[in-house]
């Protein structure tokens, strides 16, 4: 009963290592779902955004996906909800596993329009996908997509929020 136990151990283990340290063949992602709260009627939203890094044609490239939806789904909701919703996807490098991140490219899209122009939102397109410029990639470096939300609510008097996403697993090799 030990041997099949431990054979599981090993492979999970594997598989961890594999995930944490993905080929460049293999597109990597790191998902964030958060919730946003308005301060009157307007019905709560839920936010996923997918951080993906990948290599492409000798290129690293990375890209944030932003979906959202009505956390009641009988609810229409048609409000203006942000009066700014940004997010900034980020590049980033290391020389070694352990090191701290560089940032070698980045880009800030600005969604409010979108994201007030629709309740929901669950397609994968050009319009709800932020990509910072891609980079040549180097096999030596460790590479990996990151990014920020900063939005500010409509009518809360609040400010500005931001939310730090997880980042995707590293590729390397």
């Not at 290599?55 to 959202?68: A, E, H, L």
């Not at 899209?109 to 891609?134: G, H, K, M, Q």
């Not at 990014?147 to 590729?171: E, F, H, M, N, R």
Request: net charge negative.
């Amino acid at each position: 009963m030990r041997k099949p136990l431990a054979v599981l151990g090993l492979a999970a283990s594997a598989l961890a290592a594999g995930v944490l340290t993905a080929s460049p063949a293999a597109a990597v992602s790191a998902s964030t779902t958060f919730d946003v709260v308005y301060p009157d009627a307007r019905p709560q939203q839920m936010y996923h955004v997918d951080n993906e890094a990948k290599v492409v044609s000798g290129k690293i490239t990375v890209n944030s996906v932003v979906s959202w939806q009505i956390i009641d789904d009988q609810v229409v909701d048609n409000s203006t909800r942000f009066t700014s919703f940004k997010i900034t996807n980020r590049l980033e490098s290391r020389p070694g596993k352990d090191s701290a991140d560089v940032v070698e490219a980045s880009k800030t899209c600005d969604l409010t329009r979108l994201v007030n122009a629709n309740y929901s939102w669950f397609a994968i397109e050009a319009a709800n996908t932020c990509a910072a410029p891609s980079t040549t990639y180097d096999g030596e470096v460790w590479w990996s997509s990151d990014s920020t939300v900063v939005y500010d609510i409509a009518g809360d008097s609040k400010g500005a929020t931001t939310v730090q996403l997880l980042g995707s697993p590293l590729v390397h090799g």
